[in-house]
């Protein structure tokens, strides 16, 4: 309350008006199984294209699992499938089992790499996560930069004093000694740059430390305009380029690297193995660094780079010729042992959490994502009616319940590859769910990879209709009728006869119709609860409860009172009253398609003295037309109507 001590004019804002409530996004999707390559336990970031997915998680091409022949990259269809469908924001976790026996050419954490070995020194390069996409190529290109030894005007024209203009601490360094035209090519010292106070002259100044020998100053060193006449310094610095298995993916470079690993720029470590470090400076650069240096044993610049020389015997000379191209001033490296582990199984789908790190996995990760509206896990039911059988109807529980715990989520559940009517049938019985609804047939699409017709589970597909309904549409519309853009067939092609019999189990089905193309063709929840049997009902109550949960929470730790009562009144009635506007409710006014009660009668002395506001909300939801009846019969002309 303010106070008012001393006279005088008191300007104070009120509100007049109920807050606002803002509708929440039901779009975002998250999608859980295996890739190529990516994170497994980081903080799960948004992808918002196909390009930022392959950046981070990995190439398009198949997957090889342990003791399997090799499988779709399903994931990767899936979100193909998703964003071409007009999903736009979508959180992967990715998991990722070891190999239980590695062969001789397996590493046993499937992380690719490759060391460099040389006298007291090796460089371990490594892909930063697991999978066969991380068996990539790598250049380390040396440079030489521009001469940085200058000249300052001395006591007299002929003694001129030495200046190292651009010189950085810890640099790695050329020294070249002026040439006569008797000695050619000019004779070259590689050194570390220290900078140190001369007391003679009362200045900073440098001197330069090579592997073998004793220190070179830049007081004793003669610069001339003219390089064949005078002294020069040349720092040396490393680009590497990481080359990605996939040709359709571009490569990326990192250039201007320091060699020694105590090398700062602007108070930053900028040194290779700063910038390649095993725990990089933020979230963003450990997602999407590829690939992870070490250097081991005697880890100084000069020790780095005598390594480099000893890998490739020509790489010094070429680095000391003018002449020379980048090809001859690289290593190339291919890095090898990286594979896509064991099939993961149930209990990497449903996760875990470090208690130490906080680290988290599969499902688990989605539950500080509080955006996520729509969960799958395509490609997990490949296999169905197979071996994989168990881990399968596991993972399918375990999205259900993934989906039921977090409230505001539905979970697109996929039926099994190459199975019959019976056989989904059968899959559905021991199904039952509000929060959850199941696809059939698989989608038969062009594969990019082998050029041949593959089937893909339906679920991405599916995210993306949902996504691209609630966009162009409401998310109160059913997300049925709506055209599957890449499907070219399906699974198995199911007449009316066969929907008949799996429509009212809650099995959706896709249709092919003449003139109207490949559709997905049903909207109902897998739950024998009738009040919940369409997707769309299911998905606007998430709607309306999570915009609601988050839209009040201003009136926790209010006064419990009238003016309380009278303000969530408001706030959810405007709320209401503009959803009934768009089309939203059933009812030809506003009092026929919601309520609003939040005083006394919703609330006992108990509830208050226990802190408790209890707001009752009923709404008339719109259910789709399902069934379109057109009932016909013959009159007459003189017939009474």
């Known amino acids: 309350m303010p106070e008012y001590l001393a006279p005088g004019v008191y300007v104070e804002e009120v509100s007049f008006r109920a807050k606002s409530i803002e509708g929440l996004s039901t779009t975002t999707t998250g999608f859980v199984g295996p ?29 090889q699992f342990e003791g399997s022949s090799p499988t779709h990259n399903y994931m990767w269809h899936a979100a193909r499938a998703f964003f071409e469908e007009g999903g736009t924001r979508l959180y992967i976790s990715r998991v990722f089992t070891p190999m239980k026996s ?44 521009e001469n940085v030894l200058g000249q300052d005007k001395g006591p007299d024209a002929a003694h001129p004093i030495p200046r190292a203009r651009g010189l950085m601490e810890n640099d790695i360094v050329v020294l070249r000694a002026a040439a006569s035209p008797l000695s050619s ?23 330069f430390t090579p592997s073998v020998g004793s220190d070179k100053f830049l ?19 490393a680009t590497i380029s990481v080359f990605p298995i996939d040709p359709n993916l571009s490569s990326l470079v990192y250039s201007g690297l320091a060699l020694d690993p105590n090398h700062q720029m602007n108070g930053l470590p900028d040194s290779i193995a700063a910038q390649f470090a095993a725990k990089p400076n933020s979230l963003g ?48 490296i291919v890095m090898t042992g990286g594979n896509d ?22 499902l688990v990760s989605f539950e500080d994502i509080d955006e996520i509206s729509i969960v799958a896990g395509p490609g997990s039911t490949f296999g169905y009616d197979g071996p994989f059988r168990d881990d399968a109807s596991t993972i399918l529980n375990l999205l259900i319940a993934h989906a039921t715990r977090m409230r505001y989520r539905i979970a697109v559940l ?77 699974e198995k092609t199911l007449n009316k006869a066969q929907q008949d019999i799996l429509n009212p189990l809650g099995i959706n089905c896709f249709r092919f119709f003449e003139d109207r193309g490949f559709r997905l063709w049903g909207a109902r929840t897998i739950s024998s609860d009738p009040e919940w049997k369409y997707v769309n ?57 919601y309520f609003v009660r939040c005083d006394r009668s919703t609330m006992t002395q108990n509830d208050l003295d226990n802190g408790r506001l209890v707001c009752l909300i009923g709404v008339a939801a719109l259910r789709p037309a399902e069934f379109v009846i057109f009932r016909i019969g013959q009159w007459t002309a003189d017939s009474n109507k």
């Not at 390559?37 to 091409?61: A, C, H, K, M």
């Not at 305009?225 to 040396?236: E, S, T, Y």
């Not at 999407?288 to 070490?294: A, F, G, S």
């Open 537 to 593: 009902l299911r998905r606007y109550f998430a709607y309306l409860e999570h915009s609601i949960d988050k839209g009040t929470q201003w009136a926790v730790f209010e006064p419990n009172g009238d003016l309380l009562w009278a303000n969530v009144r408001r706030t959810v009635s405007d709320f209401l009253l503009n959803e009934f506007q768009n089309g939203a409710l059933l009812g030809d006014k506003p009092e026929k398609a």
């Open 35 to 63: 890739t190529r390559y990516g994170p497994v336990n980081l903080p799960l970031d948004v992808i918002t294209s196909i390009g930022e997915f392959e950046r981070t998680y990995g190439d398009r091409q198949q997957m």
């Open 102 to 145: 590695p062969g001789p050419n397996d590493q046993p954490d499937g992380s690719a790499r490759f060391t460099i070995t040389g006298t007291g020194t090796s460089i371990l390069v490594q892909a930063r996560f697991p999978g066969a996409a991380g068996n990539m190529r790598v250049r380390i290109t040396l440079r030489l930069g």
């Open 185 to 207: 090519p000019l004779s070259a010292v590689f050194a570390t740059a220290h900078s140190y106070f001369d007391t003679a002259t009362g200045e900073q100044s440098w001197k």
């Open 219 to 237: 007081k004793d060193m003669h610069p001339n305009p003219d390089p064949l006449l005078g002294d020069q310094i040349q720092g040396v610095t």
């Open 285 to 332: 650069e450990a997602r999407t660094l590829p690939i992870i240096v070490t250097v081991n044993g005697t880890s100084t610049g000069l020790a780095l780079l005598t390594t480099l020389f000893a890998a490739e015997a020509s790489l010094q000379s070429s680095l000391l010729d003018p002449q020379s191209t980048d090809v001859d001033r690289s290593l190339d």
């Open 414 to 490: 996929d039926s099994g590859d190459n199975q019959s009517i019976a056989d989904v049938r059968a899959l559905r019985a021991k199904l039952d769910s509000t929060y959850a609804a199941l696809y059939y047939p698989w989608i038969k699409i062009l594969d990019p990879v082998t050029r041949q017709e593959i089937e893909v589970p339906p679920s991405g597909s599916v995210a993306g209709i949902y996504a691209r309904n609630d966009i162009t549409r409401a998310v109160y519309k059913a997300p049925a009728n709506e055209v599957v853009s890449l499907a070219i067939g399906f």
């Open 341 to 362: 582990g064991q099939r993961p199984g149930a209990d990497a789908y449903e996760g875990t959490v470090d208690e130490v790190s906080m680290a988290k996995t599969g």
